[in-house]
C-alpha cells in the first residue's frame, strides 16, 4: 500500500489535534484557575481591608496572639492576599504569591484547628464581617483544604512551566 504526500498518520493527525486544540484549551483552563484562586484572595483582602477594626477583633478571637501581634496581622495580611492574589493572576512573581498563600492556608489549618481543639468559638473573618453565628469548624476546614488543594495545584503547574523552560535544547 503506497501513501501520497498529502496523507497523514494517526500521530500527526493527533499531534495537530493536541497542539490546535487541547492545548489552547488546557491553557485557558489554567488562566481560569488562577483567576479563580487569586480572585478569591484578592477579594477576601479587599473585604478585611474595608473594615480593618472589625478584623482585628476577629484575629483576636482566636486567642492565639498577644497584642500588637494580633493587631499587626490583622492590618497587613489583607493587603498581603490582595497582593499575592494579584501575582498570581497576573504571572508576576506567580511561583512566590503561589507559595505564600498555600503557606497561609495551611496556618490558617492550623490556627481553626487549634481553635477547634480548644473550645474557642471563633470568628473567622476570612470573607470580612463578624457573624454572630457559632464557627463551623468542619465547613472552615473543608474550605481551607480544597483552596490548598487549588493552590498546591497551580503551584506544581507553575514549578513544572518553570522547569520546562530551563531545559537546555536536545540535539
Avoid at 489554567?30 to 474595608?50: D, N, P, S
Avoid at 500588637?68 to 506567580?94: D, Q, S
Wanted: charged content about 10%.
Amino acid at each position: 500500500m503506497k501513501r501520497d504526500a498529502a496523507s497523514l498518520t494517526c500521530a500527526q493527525i493527533a499531534a495537530i489535534v493536541l497542539i490546535l486544540v487541547i492545548l489552547p484549551v488546557m491553557k485557558l483552563f489554567h488562566f481560569l484557575l488562577h483567576l479563580l484562586f487569586g480572585g478569591i484572595f484578592i477579594y477576601a483582602g479587599a473585604l478585611k481591608a474595608m473594615d480593618p477594626g472589625v478584623f482585628v477583633m476577629d484575629v483576636r478571637s482566636f486567642d492565639l496572639l498577644p497584642d500588637p501581634y494580633a493587631a499587626w496581622l490583622a492590618m497587613g495580611l489583607p493587603w498581603l492576599e490582595i497582593f499575592t492574589g494579584f501575582t498570581v493572576i497576573t504571572g508576576l512573581f506567580r511561583q512566590g504569591g503561589l507559595l505564600v498563600l498555600n503557606i497561609s492556608l495551611l496556618i490558617f489549618l492550623a490556627a481553626i484547628g487549634i481553635s477547634w481543639y480548644r473550645g474557642i468559638d471563633i470568628q473567622c473573618g476570612c470573607f470580612g464581617g463578624s457573624g454572630d453565628a457559632k464557627s463551623n469548624y468542619i465547613t472552615l476546614i473543608l474550605r481551607d483544604l480544597a483552596l490548598l488543594a487549588l493552590g498546591g495545584y497551580l503551584q506544581i503547574v507553575a514549578i513544572g512551566t518553570a522547569l520546562s523552560r530551563r531545559r537546555p535544547a536536545q540535539g
